[in-house]
Each structure stands twice: as structure tokens, then as C-alpha cells.
T-cell receptor, first 111, second 112 residues
Framework: GQQVMQIPQYQHVQEGEDFTTYCNSSTTLSNIQWYKQRPGGHPVFLIQLVKSGEVKKQKRLTFQFGEAKKNSSLHITATQTTDVGTYFCAGSRGGSYIPTFGRGTSLIVHP | EADIYQTPRYLVIGTGKKITLECSQTMGHDKMYWYQQDPGMELHLIHYSYGVNSTEKGDLSSESTVSRIRTEHFPLTLESARPSHTSQYLC???????????FGPGTRLTVL
């Protein structure tokens, strides 16, 4: 079955440093979604990428979808303590397939 | 924020009890999902549904069962709770032709 690998599992940064998490799929994806889960909370949808090579930005967050539509990344510039949480990617093959979630990357920001 | 609700939010129960976790959404979404998640860990899909009278088991083997009699309602039942069932249970829904999932606040279950 489809697998979505996400690295790193944890990342400690000093406030102001950059952060990146990566997702790699074993199969070509129709689209990929990114979610953020605050400690004690539930996953909240951030963005969906659909096109090959697509890049989208949300303030300090930059999302990329690879040319082959098998990998994606989320980059946060100048992290803040409000960025703390676990970031999940979810890859979809479209149609009737259920999206597959990566294991998540937990971001810890030290003030 | 999406309109998806879960009750109870917290539940502490003894071994052997039967419990039902409720999930409702008011968006008319056809697809609904149940995930099990331990604190700080990955999401495990345990059940999903494409619509009324459709239910499927997910990737993680689970002793729970689900039903989908109405579009807006997707309850999960544990016939006999055990300590190994202690976890957070998250319900989600998505549009018929979409993959974006909207999650409820979750139920934190503790089985003593």
C-alpha cells in the first residue's frame, strides 16, 4: 500500500531559527495536504498542493510540492513560540483512495 | 473552522464497559473517518465511511465498530473497554470530491 514517510520526527530550534519538515511518498500523489496540531489539540488543515512543482506561501510558512509529485516540504522562516506543534502531511492518490498521513514532525521552539 | 462535534470530550471508564463515542458534522460531508492517536504520536486510521450504510476498516486493527445510518452521524462503539483502548479518538470528515479533512476536537478515553 501507499506509504508516506515524514522526517524528522522531532526538531528543536531556538526562536528565530528556520525549520523544515519533509514528506516522501512511495507512489505518485494526486495532491498533498498539510495540517498543524497544537499540543493537546486536534489537527487543523493548513493547505493543499495539487500541481507539480507548486509553491505556496502563508506568511512565514512556505509549502512545496515536488516536480514528480512524490515529495513535499514545509519551511517555516524565523520560528516563533506560536509555531510549536506537530505538523502532518497527508498524501492522496485521488478518487476513492483515503489520504495517508505521515507520522508527523513535532516542532519545539525554545525562547 | 468546520462544524464537526465529538462527545464526550473526556471519558474515564472501567474495564469491561460498553461505550459509544459520538461524532456529528453539519456540513453534509459524505466521507467520515475515525483515527486513534496516542499523545504526540502518529494518527492511526481505524474506520472510515464513504456515505450512508458504508463502513470500512482502516489500517489499524481495532476492536471497535462503527455505523453510518445518517450522513451527519458516525458513532464509534467499544463493546468491552480495556486499558489498551486508552487513547485519543479523533473524528474527521471531508467533501465527496475532496481530500481535505476537518477534524473534531477529539475524545480522550481512559480505561481503568
Amino acid at each position: 500500500g501507499q506509504q508516506v514517510m515524514q522526517i524528522p520526527q522531532y526538531q528543536h530550534v531556538q526562536e528565530g531559527e528556520d525549520f523544515t519538515t519533509y514528506c516522501n511518498s512511495s507512489t505518485t500523489l494526486s495532491n498533498i495536504q498539510w495540517y498543524k496540531q497544537r499540543p493537546g489539540g486536534h489537527p487543523v488543515f493548513l493547505i493543499q498542493l495539487v500541481k507539480s512543482g507548486e509553491v505556496k506561501k502563508q506568511k512565514r510558512l512556505t509549502f512545496q510540492f515536488g516536480e514528480a509529485k512524490k515529495n513535499s516540504s514545509l519551511h517555516i522562516t524565523a520560528t516563533q513560540t506560536t509555531d510549536v506543534g506537530t505538523y502532518f502531511c497527508a498524501g492522496s492518490r485521488g478518487g476513492s483512495y483515503i489520504p495517508t498521513f505521515g507520522r508527523g514532525t513535532s516542532l519545539i521552539v525554545h525562547p | 473552522e468546520a462544524d464537526i462535534y465529538q462527545t464526550p470530550r473526556y471519558l474515564v471508564i472501567g474495564t469491561g464497559k460498553k461505550i459509544t463515542l459520538e461524532c456529528s458534522q453539519t456540513m453534509g460531508h459524505d466521507k467520515m473517518y475515525w483515527y486513534q492517536q496516542d499523545p504526540g504520536m502518529e494518527l492511526h486510521l481505524i474506520h472510515y465511511s464513504y456515505g450512508v450504510n458504508s463502513t470500512e476498516k482502516g489500517d489499524l486493527s481495532s476492536e471497535s465498530t462503527v455505523s453510518r445510518i445518517r450522513t451527519e452521524h458516525f458513532p464509534l462503539t467499544l463493546e468491552s473497554a480495556r486499558p489498551s483502548h486508552t487513547s485519543q479518538y479523533l473524528c474527521a470528515s471531508s467533501e465527496p470530491n475532496g481530500d481535505t479533512q476537518y477534524f473534531g476536537p477529539g475524545t480522550r478515553l481512559t480505561v481503568l
